[in-house]
Every structure is written in structure tokens, then in C-alpha cells.
């Protein structure tokens, strides 16, 4: 058994503690002194755990400095969303309020639009109804100027009236309404604003071939009434040449004055009608001017003037025409006028005598049978009697005479001045 050495304590003094020393556990692992109520306590400190908890601490570091980062980002990225949303709201408020706006203006326009094309078409149907109500007078005035223009008679056709609301070449009032939707009416803003433009050139046209045709029949009017005041001119000449008097306003002639504006149509037609009245009244006028042969197609056997007397063989006065034709061959007034004389008068033996007026009187005698009574109202044309033998005659032939103021005018003037009047009347 091995013994223990001994030694020997020295002595130690009070007032100077020894110097503690750690203990190897201490040395080889750090150690934590807590003091309380004056007591030391030293806990010994695990490396791992100390590393642990430093990386435990570190990554709670990280955590909250991630979540702080987190949530700050979170908010930025929120306020920034928050304000591209409000941007957008406010860029789609004024989008819809521009596209509002936008509708509105063509809703505004369209209502223009077709208040202008409703007052367009208003005044086409106002033109074609005054066209409508010229055309009786417009058709007979054709009628009475028929010789004048032979083509003319079917110049001046009108269209069909149309009725209200009627379709106007593809037009009809109320069209360029669009609907009530807001977004409805941007669709359809376009396709309304095409459909607008190609009604106004629909207009456009029928104004413009309304326009034509009008100036096309002004133009047909005012040449007719040229035509008609040359024969009015030259009828006048005739007649005053023949000692005829003219009705009153018979004159022609004065400056060119170009009719405008709306009524050149009202113009042309009241011109023409004035000119063609007073033409009628001239032809009228003429009509009671002897012309022409009281046995047409007969061929004349004595003049007018100096003659043999086939009865006394000595030279005479012959103050007519004598036509040779058979007994009973119609004999027809050569103008209109009132008998005056049907009976037996001398020499003439059955004799007709008609007033023509202005002092002009014809004779037709040597009739076998008289067809007229006194007083009697004739016109050109009018069968008076039948030739004959009857008086101071060889055979049976006509005896035509032609007086003015009682005095013999040579016939054979008015007979070729049928050819001069036939244009004219």
C-alpha cells in the first residue's frame, strides 16, 4: 500500500487572499460571472450553444431587417399602386369625358345635319309643289305654242308629287338620329357622319338637276318667246301694211333684261303667256283680213282692171277677180267678218257681202244658191253660197271682189297673201 506524501501548509496570512486561479474546465471553456446579493455564480458557456445563439440572434437581426425592409417596400409598392390606380381612374374619367364630349358634339352636329337637310328637302318639296302647280298653265301654254316649237309639246314634265315622309331619292327626314347610348352613338358617330355626307350629295344632286331642268325649260321659254315676238313683229308688219289696224300693245322690242332668282321661271312663263296672247290676238286680227281664194284650187279667167265688156265689146272697168267653175262649186269666205248683204243686188245678181272691219268688205257674186243669212257672225272658211250664172253674167263663174272704204282693191294682193300669213297663223 503506497502512502500518501504529506506536506507541509505553510502559513498563509489573512490579509492576502491567494490568487484564484481558473480551473482547467475555465480554461478551456469561457465562463460567465452573475453576481448576486453578493454572491458570485460562474456559468460556463458552451461554444456551440454561444454560436447558436449568435446565429440565432444574427438571423433574428436579418429577419427583422428583411420584415422592416419588407413591410416599407410592401408600402411603397401599395402607395405606388395605389396612385397608378388613381392615375388610371383619372385617365379613364377623362377618356369617358372626352368620348362624352365627343358624342355630344356629334350628336350636335347630327341634329345641324339634319336640320339643314330638313330644311333642304322642305324647300325642294316647296320648288317641286310650285313646279307642280305651273305645270297646267306650262302644259297649255305648250299647247298655244305648239306651231311656234313642234318638239316642245312634251318639253316641260314634271315628277310625281311626293307625299309626307315620303322617300326622296333614298332620303327620308329623321335618318341621321342615332340612338340613345352614349357609347352607342361614338360607334356609330362615323357611320352616321358617311350616311350624312352622301344624303347632302344626294341633295346636292337633286338640287342641282331641279336647278338644270329649270334653266333648261327658262331657256325653252325664252326661245319660244323669241320665236313668238319675231312673228309677232312680222305679223304686225303684214297687217299694218294691208291698212289692218293692231290690237292695242302690239308693239315689240326694248332692252334685254336677264331674268335671276327664283321667279325667272314665274317670269318666263308670264312673258311667254303675255307674248303669246297678244300673238293670238294678231293671228285673230288676221284672220279677219281677206287672204287667200274663195275657190281654192280654181284657176282665175278675168282680172282685175281694164277689160273687153263681154258684152258690149268696148274696154270697161272689171273691178274683181272672176274664177271659172262649174255651177254649185262651194264658195268659202277668204276672212271672218258679218254679212251685210245676202241677196239679189243689179248686175250681181245673188250676191253675199261680209264686213271683215276697218272699212275692208268682200263681194262674192253671180251665186246660184246663198248659204248665209243677214247679220250673220262668219269665220274664214264659211261655205256663203254656190257659183253660179245669176245676173250680169256669160256662165256660171265667180265674181270675187275686195273693197276698202267702198272703193275696189286689186284681190289678187290678199289671194298671195295667204302664202305670206300661212307661217304665222
Same mark, same amino acid.
Given at each position: 500500500? +503506497?502512502?500518501?506524501?504529506?506536506?507541509?501548509?505553510?502559513?498563509?496570512?489573512?490579509?492576502?487572499?491567494?490568487?484564484?486561479?481558473?480551473?482547467?474546465?475555465?480554461?478551456?471553456?469561457?465562463?460567465?460571472? $452573475?453576481?448576486? =446579493?453578493?454572491?458570485?455564480?460562474?456559468?460556463?458557456? @458552451?461554444?456551440?450553444?454561444?454560436?447558436?445563439?449568435?446565429?440565432?440572434?444574427?438571423?433574428?437581426?436579418?429577419?427583422?431587417?428583411?420584415?422592416?425592409?419588407?413591410?416599407?417596400?410592401?408600402?411603397?409598392?401599395?402607395?405606388?399602386?395605389?396612385?397608378?390606380?388613381?392615375?388610371?381612374?383619372?385617365?379613364?374619367? =377623362?377618356?369617358?369625358?372626352?368620348?362624352?364630349?365627343?358624342?355630344?358634339?356629334?350628336?350636335?352636329?347630327?341634329?345641324?345635319?339634319?336640320?339643314?337637310?330638313?330644311?333642304?328637302? +322642305?324647300?325642294?318639296?316647296?320648288?317641286?309643289?310650285?313646279?307642280?302647280? !305651273?305645270?297646267?298653265?306650262?302644259?297649255?301654254?305648250?299647247?298655244?305654242?305648239?306651231?311656234?316649237?313642234?318638239?316642245?309639246?312634251?318639253?316641260?314634265?314634271?315628277?310625281?308629287?311626293?307625299?309626307?315622309?315620303? $322617300?326622296?331619292?333614298?332620303?327620308?327626314?329623321?335618318?341621321? $338620329?342615332?340612338?340613345?347610348?352614349?357609347?352607342?352613338?361614338?360607334?356609330?358617330?362615323?357611320?352616321?357622319?358617311? /350616311?350624312?355626307?352622301?344624303?347632302?350629295?344626294?341633295?346636292?344632286?337633286?338640287?342641282?338637276?331641279?336647278?338644270?331642268?329649270?334653266?333648261?325649260?327658262?331657256?325653252?321659254?325664252?326661245?319660244?318667246?323669241?320665236?313668238?315676238?319675231?312673228?309677232?313683229?312680222?305679223?304686225?308688219?303684214?297687217?299694218?301694211?294691208?291698212?289692218?289696224? !293692231?290690237?292695242? @300693245?302690239?308693239?315689240?322690242?326694248?332692252?334685254?333684261?336677264?331674268?335671276?332668282?327664283?321667279?325667272?321661271?314665274?317670269?318666263?312663263?308670264?312673258?311667254? =303667256?303675255?307674248?303669246?296672247?297678244?300673238?293670238?290676238?294678231?293671228?285673230?286680227?288676221?284672220?279677219?283680213?281677206?287672204?287667200?281664194?274663195?275657190?281654192?284650187?280654181?284657176?282665175?279667167?278675168?282680172?282685175?282692171?281694164?277689160?273687153?265688156?263681154?258684152?258690149?265689146?268696148?274696154?270697161?272697168?272689171?273691178?274683181?277677180?272672176?274664177?271659172?267653175?262649174?255651177?254649185?262649186?262651194?264658195?268659202?269666205?277668204?276672212?271672218?267678218?258679218?254679212?251685210?248683204?245676202?241677196?239679189?243686188?243689179?248686175?250681181?245678181?245673188?250676191?253675199?257681202? /261680209?264686213?271683215?272691219?276697218?272699212?275692208?268688205?268682200?263681194?262674192?257674186?253671180?251665186?246660184?244658191?246663198?248659204?248665209?243669212?243677214?247679220?250673220?257672225?262668219?269665220?274664214?272658211?264659211?261655205?256663203?253660197?254656190?257659183?253660179?250664172?245669176?245676173?250680169?253674167?256669160?256662165?256660171?263663174?265667180?265674181?270675187?271682189?275686195?273693197?276698202?272704204?267702198?272703193?275696189?282693191?286689186?284681190?289678187?294682193?290678199? /289671194?298671195?297673201?295667204?302664202?305670206?300669213?300661212?307661217?304665222?297663223?
Amino acid at each position: 500500500m +503506497t502512502s500518501t506524501p504529506k506536506f507541509r501548509s505553510l502559513p498563509v496570512s489573512r490579509s492576502a487572499k491567494p490568487k484564484s486561479r481558473p480551473h482547467r474546465w475555465q480554461r478551456q471553456h469561457p465562463t460567465v460571472t $452573475v453576481r448576486t =446579493d453578493g454572491k458570485e455564480r460562474i456559468y460556463k458557456v @458552451n461554444p456551440l450553444v454561444t454560436s447558436a445563439l449568435f446565429c440565432t440572434g444574427a438571423l433574428l437581426i436579418i429577419g427583422l431587417m428583411a420584415s422592416s425592409s419588407y413591410l416599407y417596400l410592401r408600402d411603397d409598392l401599395s402607395q405606388a399602386s395605389l396612385m397608378r390606380q388613381a392615375k388610371m381612374r383619372h385617365l379613364y374619367e =377623362d377618356r369617358i369625358s372626352s368620348l362624352r364630349t365627343q358624342v355630344d358634339l356629334a350628336t350636335s352636329r347630327q341634329m345641324l345635319d339634319q336640320q339643314v337637310v330638313e330644311n333642304r328637302v +322642305t324647300k325642294l318639296l316647296l320648288r317641286q309643289n310650285e313646279l307642280g302647280a !305651273l305645270q297646267e298653265h306650262v302644259s297649255r301654254l305648250f299647247k298655244r305654242s305648239a306651231p311656234l316649237s313642234p318638239d316642245s309639246a312634251n318639253a316641260f314634265v314634271l315628277p310625281k308629287k311626293p307625299q309626307k315622309n315620303e $322617300v326622296v331619292l333614298g332620303l327620308k327626314l329623321g335618318s341621321l $338620329v342615332g340612338t340613345n347610348n352614349p357609347f352607342a352613338q361614338s360607334h356609330s358617330a362615323q357611320r352616321s357622319t358617311v /350616311v350624312a355626307h352622301h344624303e347632302a350629295d344626294i341633295l346636292d344632286s337633286v338640287e342641282s338637276s331641279l336647278a338644270q331642268t329649270e334653266r333648261v325649260q327658262i331657256a325653252e321659254l325664252s326661245l319660244l318667246k323669241q320665236r313668238a315676238d319675231r312673228k309677232l313683229k312680222k305679223l304686225a308688219s303684214i297687217l299694218s301694211k294691208q291698212g289692218k289696224k !293692231l290690237p292695242k @300693245n302690239a308693239g315689240v322690242g326694248g332692252p334685254l333684261i336677264e331674268l335671276k332668282g327664283g321667279a325667272a321661271l314665274v317670269d318666263s312663263i308670264n312673258a311667254l =303667256d303675255s307674248t303669246l296672247g297678244m300673238l293670238q290676238k294678231m293671228r285673230h286680227a288676221a284672220q279677219s283680213l281677206p287672204h287667200g281664194s274663195p275657190t281654192p284650187g280654181k284657176r282665175i279667167s278675168s282680172r282685175y282692171g281694164t277689160r273687153k265688156d263681154p258684152f258690149t265689146k268696148r274696154a270697161a272697168v272689171h273691178g274683181g277677180l272672176d274664177y271659172r267653175a262649174r255651177r254649185g262649186t262651194p264658195v268659202r269666205a277668204t276672212a271672218s267678218g258679218r254679212v251685210i248683204k245676202a241677196k239679189r243686188f243689179g248686175g250681181y245678181g245673188k250676191l253675199v257681202e /261680209v264686213d271683215h272691219g276697218d272699212g275692208i268688205t268682200t263681194r262674192y257674186a253671180h251665186l246660184s244658191k246663198i248659204r248665209v243669212k243677214l247679220g250673220q257672225r262668219i269665220k274664214k272658211g264659211t261655205r256663203v253660197g254656190d257659183v253660179g250664172s245669176t245676173g250680169r253674167s256669160t256662165g256660171p263663174h265667180l265674181h270675187y271682189e275686195v273693197r276698202r272704204g267702198g272703193r275696189t282693191l286689186n284681190p289678187i294682193h290678199f /289671194v298671195r297673201l295667204a302664202k305670206r300669213l300661212k307661217p304665222y297663223l
